[in-house]
């Protein structure tokens, strides 16, 4: 998703004035732009930094929220919003030895600040998803030897990074509204034309043209690949032609033939793990320096105090880089103690599968709300566009609660079992939960195997949530609210 998408909209003089340098800046540009947000808004003083939340409990008989840090803070609540991201808790791999390597080892997601340099080194790399996809080109630029070890292959495109041509980012802003509302109004988050026909029924022409269009031109990746068709998504024939023109793009690239169908997906359908994006990914399997394992033929066994040992031999390494992902959309809330009423530990109610009413709220905890929890659009669409809906929902249901006498709001059990239900249906009618991934828990051992994102589309769901709130925050208790709260002046501010 490109800067001009996937930057904020709330404020009209922030985005016309923020200048983006390129399609996907560099951190450095991302990190500027967070600093900007943070002093043009003020924001720093409202935050406490370096301090881990360890437990948010509700006390029943004082109806506010106690919350614990690992500063030893107990901060009293009467709404508590869980922002916590969805790809924020990282997730080291469950391998035996880890801690006996006698090299450095770095996580993709707390990769230190001052960098890494890894000129001269054996460096081997542990995981293929979308971190390692970016950082092992680079890594073999500068290691001596590279060494990648690969469980399951990705499907990755083209990034096509690049500046912004002059002009073009000051016609987007000329018209800046009215794109972002066609992307608030979207299936994923971004301005984007639906597709008409399913794949089956066009030419291989014009299903090589779509496809083509999301390899070398890709202005929005997922869209231009998950919406190639109607069906792509839903349709294991139609998938397959677009995970075909895929594996054929790979076979073109790579010199060696065995390395290239080791690095081509086989067993799930495109899109159903998150598309990777690349700049020259499968190219570095053509430099001298770089060697792939298939852990598939030869298992992991061990990391020793020398290297990885797989099932066939020990393969010796300095540097070692765990790029093994997260535990994505639950694991930061289930990382705190959070306990609602009676006590009841969310891990517990969340044992089979997180259960929520829109992605916002859970039944038995009362005012606490979730920023892009699981049930809602989130991953599977722009996240700033995401996140930014869901903060003014919640804003808005607070000053509604508050200007009308209600004490505690929270789902109703029958709210949230039928919001459940129906996120399983549309789902299920997806080939989402045909591949393992993070999307489906799988990725972490013990993990109930659920489909957590909402695949409704963004549009849809913004329209229920509205819907939602016109109608005095139907499917919501609300405890201690003046009978007839719920009708008359019901419309929130800012519905928009
Ligand atoms: P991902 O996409 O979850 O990738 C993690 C990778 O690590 C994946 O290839 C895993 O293989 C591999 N992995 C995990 N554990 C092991 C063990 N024990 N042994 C070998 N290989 C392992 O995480 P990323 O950080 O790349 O990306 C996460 C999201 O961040 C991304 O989708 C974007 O939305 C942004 P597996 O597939 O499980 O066989």
Redesign the pocket.
């Known amino acids: 998703m490109n800067s001009l998408d996937y930057s904020y909209s709330f404020d009209p003089d922030l985005q016309q004035e923020w200048h983006w340098t390129e399609k996907y800046p560099t951190q450095p540009e991302i990190l500027r732009y967070a600093d900007h947000v943070a002093d043009r808004f003020d924001l720093r003083r409202d935050i406490r930094f370096r301090t881990r939340v360890e437990s948010t409990v509700w006390d029943d008989d004082t109806e506010r929220w106690v919350v614990r840090t690992d500063a030893g803070d107990e901060v009293s609540a009467r709404f508590v919003v869980h922002a916590s991201g969805?790809?924020s808790i990282?997730?080291r791999?469950?391998?035996p030895g880890l801690e006996s390597f006698r090299g450095p080892s770095y996580h993709?997601?707390r990769w230190p600040h001052e960098g890494v340099d890894f000129t001269g080194q054996r460096v081997g790399v542990?995981?293929?998803?979308?971190?390692?996809?970016?950082a092992i080109p680079l890594i073999a630029q500068q290691a001596a030897e590279l060494t990648v070890?690969?469980?399951?292959?990705?499907f990755a495109i083209p990034a096509n990074n690049h500046e912004y041509p002059p002009g073009h980012q000051e016609a987007v802003k000329a018209r800046y509204d009215e794109h972002r509302e066609r992307a608030r109004a979207s299936m994923l988050g971004v301005p984007y034309e639906m597709p008409e026909r399913s794949a089956l029924e066009v030419d291989e022409e014009e299903r090589r043209r779509r496809y083509e269009n999301a390899w070398s031109n890709a202005d929005n990746v997922l869209a231009d690949m998950y919406l190639a068709f109607t069906d792509t998504l839903s349709d294991q024939a139609s998938n397959d032609t677009a995970s075909e023109f895929v594996r054929q793009r790979i076979r073109e690239i790579v010199a060696d033939p065995d390395v290239a169908e080791t690095l081509c997906p086989k067993d799930y359908p495109i899109c159903t793990?998150?598309l990777?994006v690349a700049t020259g990914y499968y190219e570095t399997y053509n430099r001298e320096n770089v060697r792939l394992v298939d852990?598939r033929k030869t298992p992991?066994v061990e990391i020793s105090p020398a290297g990885v040992r797989t099932t066939e031999r020990e393969h010796e390494l300095d540097a070692l880089v765990?790029?093994?992902?997260?535990d994505?959309q639950t694991g930061a809330l289930t990382a705190i103690d959070i306990r609602g009423r009676g006590g009841l530990p969310l891990r517990e109610k969340w044992s089979a599968g997180p259960r929520s009413y829109l992605g916002i709220g859970v039944a038995g905890f009362p005012n606490m709300f979730v920023v892009t929890g699981p049930q809602s659009p989130s991953?599977l669409t722009n996240m700033m566009t995401a996140i930014e809906q869901h903060v003014e929902w919640i804003s808005d249901c607070v000053a509604w609660v508050r200007d009308h006498g209600v004490r505690t709001v929270e789902p109703t059990a029958e709210a949230e079992a039928d919001w459940v239900a129906h996120n399983d249906e549309v789902g299920n009618a997806t080939l989402f939960p045909t591949a393992?991934?993070?999307y489906m828990g799988?990725?972490v051992e013990g993990k109930p195997r659920v489909f957590m994102p909402y695949i409704g589309g963004f549009g849809p769901y913004r329209d229920r949530c509205a819907e939602v709130a016109r109608n005095g925050y139907e499917g919501f208790l609300l405890d201690g609210a003046p009978s007839g709260a719920r009708s008359g002046d019901a419309e929130p501010a800012g519905m928009s």
């Open positions: 969805c790809l990282y997730k791999p469950e391998i993709t997601a542990i995981g293929t998803g979308s971190s390692a996809i970016q070890f690969q469980r399951t292959p990705n793990k998150r990777c852990l992991l765990l790029a093994t992902g997260f994505a991953v393992n991934s993070w799988s990725n």
